[in-house]
């Protein structure tokens, strides 16, 4: 069977309180507020930073920008 490549970026936005504000864990996973799901960077980038200024004044709010196609394909 030949290997697949993925050409397809996709970015995942998400947040939620975490337990300490230097770190990225959070208090309640499955709390976790997803934004969405976007096919280039600059779209995630916009609705991170519409989230993160949103809740700017709770610093135990974090979003977060997660590369889908680095953990569907680790290699490339």
């Given at each position: 069977?030949?290997?697949t490549?993925?050409?397809?970026?996709?970015?995942?936005v998400?947040?939620g309180?975490?337990?300490?504000?230097?770190?990225?864990?959070?208090?309640?996973?499955e709390?976790?507020?997803v934004?969405?799901?976007?096919s280039d960077?600059e779209?995630?980038?916009?609705?991170?930073?519409?989230?993160?200024?949103r809740?700017?004044?709770?610093?135990?709010?974090?979003y977060?920008i997660v590369?889908?196609h680095?953990?569907?394909e680790?290699?490339t």
């Open positions: 069977m030949e290997e490549e993925i050409k397809q970026a996709l970015y995942l998400m947040g309180r975490v337990k300490d504000p230097r770190n990225i864990e959070f208090q309640d996973p709390s976790i507020h934004a969405g799901v976007y960077y779209a995630a980038e916009d609705a991170w930073r519409g989230n993160a200024q809740t700017v004044d709770d610093a135990e709010m974090k977060v590369h889908l680095k953990l569907l680790p290699s």
